[in-house]
């Protein structure tokens, strides 16, 4: 019998229906390839969401996406819908999915291709291939929120006015699950685990701290280092290759992966997947947004979202050989020159005569002609 997954597709909005759609077709390419059926059906969810139905997540995407293999999504988001109030805008359907789906484990690599050397905006980026375990579904994101007037003054006399505030909370489950991943991944890395906090700072950073050299012992053959967020901002600049796995908060981590994604060329490249406990459906995604300046011009960078198919086949679907043949026939296509206009705007012209300019459908229509 043929494997069959059941994959729901959520283009979103922006450039998101561009990249998602190339994501589908390299999926139904390398499936037919490698001799399994996915079985992909769309739903809405962000402010095209908002349009038909009023609500950013309507029941029935939620619905789907709980009860697929594994979801597709594009990207959520657009200066249309960002005079709308909290509550309703785009971007809650995926901080919605991630929350109602229990995808606590976000995983962000970003490797440097030696074809983009000239891309990073580093001048000696030396080999990059590190990996963010990025907290999803607790901290600040989905801490208690609020605002009120205050009647209170500053030192000065000046009337405080309204008060907006967010919290930061982590219980030690939460912490403790996605440590382990970090160190599990660690494992069968390079070995290295960065934990970014600001334990100088906040409390919570602390209980970070502790909990990770309580459980190090248990994983004694990973190196475990301890980096305040804003020195590590410094060092993934400075000395990128030296960082293997880091793991970190949901804020933490949603910051230091785009400058992840600048470093290696593009956050047009970064994938990343989501994922709870085993067994359960997971939720892959480039981590670049909608991106509406250029949304509907076919330029957008197809690779983040092609990747995020190969971490869905490879982390969660266990199709290993289709997703290797996807991240191979990636790098082959950069090889051979093609580039979106993200990652065409650097070198010398004596490095550009080997490169052409592609859009979104040519880079895709590249990379399913170089799967093997
Ligand atoms: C990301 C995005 C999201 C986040 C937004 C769109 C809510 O920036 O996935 O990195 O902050 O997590
Ligand atoms: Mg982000």
Redesign the pocket.
Known sequence: MTRSYNIVSIPGDGIGPETNGAAVRVLEAVAQKYGFEPRITEYKAGGCAIDAFGVPLPGETLQAAQDSDAVLLGAVGGPRWDMIEAERRPEQAILGLRQGMHLYANLRPATLYKELGDVSPLKNPGKIDLLIVRELTGGIYFGKQGSYKSSEKLFDGTRKGIVAFDTESYSEAEITRILRRGFEFARIRNKKLTLVDKANVLNTSRLWRQLAKEIAGEYSDVELEFLYVDNCSMQLVARPATFDVIVTSNMFG?IL??LAGQITGSVGLLPSASMGNPGMPGLFEP?HGSAPDIAGQNKANPIASILSVGLMLKLHLGENDAADSISEAVRKTLEQGARTPDIAIHGDEEDKRDITLVNTTEMTDKIIANLE
């Open positions: 949603d992966s785009d981590i």
